[in-house]
């Protein structure tokens, strides 16, 4: 029997042997036309040869599929019998192009696969402005499912920043409807996985006694929303970083991280509203002692990388467009296309090194913790230590105070007499007997 020649939607393969090769064909015919139909036991030519079919068969081809192509596909796929002989066919089809095949893309040139040029992808990218169409589809909860406490606080803090303006009355179906979440009483995908108490997401948490990160002292696994997940996920890296406290000229306090802050959200809310949700995906946020990764699952644009787009200003590619529409109305998210540029901006200033890695289904963002020669710690001026003694106790005496600081009592009365003039400190009382009232905290 023979089933004619190879086209645009049609490859044949000898066996599963050739799964490797037939992935890339799969990903070349979505980005063309969008669907195709792929053969096992069938030569180039048509020829039916068979193909062996076991009992896991079946299941290592639709899992080979599932891991290669992104974004993921459910295709369908069976045994048959063709003039005697078994083969298995594979239907699929998808409309989120432009479709990866281990994170490289390809064209379908009739019946050839050939990689695609980064302009190729550029374009087809701009073409479908790589917004998913997932994120519109309709789920089966309503109202429900929604976290409350979480959807109340995003309105009150998209309010405040003036990017959402004040409603009359209070109302979630019409807050939701209005940013694109909530249609004929169901949460779309996009306000499933932002608002919903399902806890739909999963954001793995870990510190690493070494990098070869054998050993933890400690290791969570959060299920959440996305909104929810940003503030765990941002929480949790303060958290276990390192910050050193630096004085001023006056007496206040100043907390100074070892990785700037901003640049740590900013990357944590980029590995969620750019993450794919369309299998089982999880974000990941690790510290060693000499980094902090943060994992999102969904690639990034092949021959792309983030200092591309803070270096050259090229447009944004969401992978999640209302996602990040909704983000942004909190003020979570910036401006379109500059969250890798302040990034940039931000560790350079404090001195960071960063770096990015691709890895299989997902990329990492990396930044790198060796900032202990550089984070100077500003040594306190003598008015400012012996204003921060006397804060804790003000009856201490000028020769008290000397010894504490290690200074001479004609130092620390040099001291005293600036704070004084300062008006920061003034004396009640005799010398003897008498206190310092702290007059500026």
Not at 61 to 83: F, H, R, W
Not at 194 to 211: C, E, G, I, M, Q
Request: hydrophobic share 35%.
């Amino acid at each position: 029997m023979n089933l004619g020649i190879e086209s645009e939607t049609m490859e044949f393969k000898r066996s599963t042997a050739e799964l490797e090769k037939a992935v890339d064909n799969i990903a070349s015919m979505l980005n063309k036309h969008g669907h195709g139909t792929v053969y096992f036991g069938v030569a180039p030519s048509g020829d039916v040869v068979g193909q062996a079919v076991s009992a896991s068969t079946l299941e290592d081809v639709a899992k080979k599929i599932k891991n290669a192509i992104k974004p993921m596909i459910y295709p369908e796929i069976k045994e048959e019998k063709l003039g005697g002989k078994t083969v298995v066919r594979v239907d699929f089809s998808g409309s989120e192009k432009p479709y990866s095949s281990k994170g490289r893309y390809f064209k379908r040139v009739f019946d050839r696969t050939e990689e695609m040029t980064p302009q190729e992808l550029k374009r087809m990218m701009s073409a479908t402005d790589n917004a998913s169409l997932w994120e519109n589809n309709l789920t089966k909860y309503g109202m429900e499912a929604v976290d409350h406490s979480a959807l109340n606080a995003f309105y009150r803090k998209a309010v405040a920043c003036g990017r959402l303006a004040q409603m009359a009355l209070y109302d979630e179906a019409e807050l939701l409807t209005g940013l694109g979440l909530y249609e004929n009483g169901h949460l779309t995908n996009a306000g499933y996985y932002l608002f919903s108490n399902k806890k739909p997401v999963v954001l793995k948490l870990a510190v690493y006694v070494t990098d070869e990160r054998i050993n933890f002292s400690d290791i969570n696994r959060l299920e959440d929303n996305i909104y929810n997940l940003i503030e765990k996920g941002f929480s949790y890296v303060k958290e276990h970083i390192n910050w050193s406290v630096c004085f001023g000229e006056d007496t206040s306090r100043v907390e100074v991280p070892e990785i700037p802050v901003e640049a740590l959200r900013e990357i944590i809310v980029n590995s969620f509203a750019h993450a794919d949700y369309r299998g089982v995906s999880e974000n990941e946020i690790v510290v060693t002692p000499t980094r902090v990764e943060i994992y999102n699952p969904g690639e990034f644009p092949e021959n792309y990388t983030p200092e591309m787009f803070a270096r050259k200003q090229l447009k944004s590619m969401p992978r999640n467009k209302v996602i990040l529409n909704t983000l942004y109305k909190s003020k979570d998210v910036e401006a379109f296309g500059s969250g890798f540029k302040r990034v940039y901006e931000l560790c350079e200033k404090a001195g960071n090194r960063t770096d990015f890695s691709s890895k299989y289904g997902g990329f990492s963002f990396l930044f790198f913790r060796d900032v202990r020669d550089r984070v100077k710690i500003k040594k306190p001026s003598t008015e400012a230590e012996v204003f921060n003694l006397l804060k804790d106790d003000p009856k201490q005496t000028r020769m008290q105070l000397s010894l504490k600081l290690k200074k001479t009592v004609r130092t620390v009365q040099r001291a005293l007499n600036k704070l004084s003039l300062e008006a920061k400190i003034r004396r009640i009382g005799s010398n003897k007997t008498g206190y310092w009232e702290i007059l500026k905290a």
